[in-house]
């Protein structure tokens, strides 16, 4: 993943016409889950709705929530991930 992608989806209001409807949608729920998932409002499950349908919003929700718990497991463990380096 580059390093400008990783940038556009971290400040991803600022670069939302980068993405595809549905990669927005994923995205933002994936923010508000990761960040507060009581957040989810209507407007986000909406454009969920048009772009998944619902075995693809549930798969999405499970990828993002064992990511999240992963990520606080190895917060607890201190364990550090190396980041790759790509060549090219």
Known sequence: MSEALLEAMYHLDQHAHEFSPRELAALRF??????????????VWSALQAEFDDEEILELAAVIGLMNDLNRLADALKITIERRRTHG
């Not at 960040?35 to 409002?41: F, S």
């Open 30 to 43: 994936c923010e508000l889950m990761t960040t507060d998932a009581r957040e989810v409002t209507e407007d």
